[in-house]
């Protein structure tokens, strides 16, 4: 339902982020594209329309989207620092935009926000731009219980695989 997607979607401040591209944004970087062949910012939050709200476009005009979610935590015994602020990589929904093109707008929202650390999970289509925009590799292992599933002996690759949080 309608209220389902806004509560998933809609930004909260330290709970989830979300930004959306508009088709005249994407036009509009097509544009720049062409001009200059460079690297600018296609999210409608970086080019002026704010996160989560309607904007002018309208409805129906949305072709990518990227959120991630915060996670803080608390860091002991540092006379500076009191909290580290993660974001993680939550929903993608690349459209038009090419993936490697939408998480590093994320990466620089992020960052714009004051977010420490933005991860990621190793899954799908992720390789694509991991290593390109210097992802660095946990140092740990995530262990999922695939509730009622029955799996064969071999174990997945991680673009086999993908995940979906609620």
């Keep these: 339902t309608e209220d389902e997607v806004l509560h998933w979607f809609l930004p909260q401040p330290l709970v989830i982020d979300t930004y959306v591209v508009d088709r005249a944004a994407q036009q509009q970087q097509q544009q720049q594209g062409a001009d200059q062949n460079s690297s600018k910012s296609t999210t409608a939050a970086s080019n002026g329309n704010s996160s989560g709200s309607s904007n002018s476009a309208g409805a129906g005009n949305i072709v990518s989207m990227v959120s991630f979610y915060t996670l803080p935590s608390s860091v002991l015994g540092h006379d500076e620092h009191k909290e580290l602020r993660a974001a993680y990589m939550y929903y993608t929904v690349p459209g038009v935009t090419p993936l490697p093109q939408l998480m590093q707008d994320a990466l620089i929202l992020a960052a714009g926000k004051g977010y420490d650390v933005f991860n990621a999970l190793d899954l799908l289509e992720n390789s694509f731009f991991l290593k390109d925009l210097k992802f660095g590799i946990g140092d740990g292992s995530l ?24």
């Design 143 to 166: 262990h999922y219980y695939l509730y009622n599933w029955r799996m064969s002996d071999a174990p997945l690759e991680p673009k086999q695989l993908g995940l979906i949080l609620l």
